[in-house]
């Protein structure tokens, strides 16, 4: 999933987060949340992506 503004994820979590240490892959434009566990958890699925909506 990408973000809506064109500035590197990277380089807005070092300008507004710059004493958060950045773990694991943060390349491009992804998102800074994961929500993967929400679908199983909660049975949430992102509005943009009703495919993933169980059957």
Not at 3 to 21: K, Q, R
Not at 37 to 53: D, I, M, S, T
């Amino acid at each position: 999933m990408h973000t809506v503004v064109s500035t590197p994820s990277h380089t807005l979590a070092a300008t507004w987060y710059p004493e958060v240490p950045i773990r694991g892959e943060f390349r491009g434009r992804c998102s800074f949340f994961k929500t993967h566990k929400a679908q199983p958890v909660l049975g949430w699925v992102h509005p943009r992506f009703p495919e993933n909506l169980p059957r």
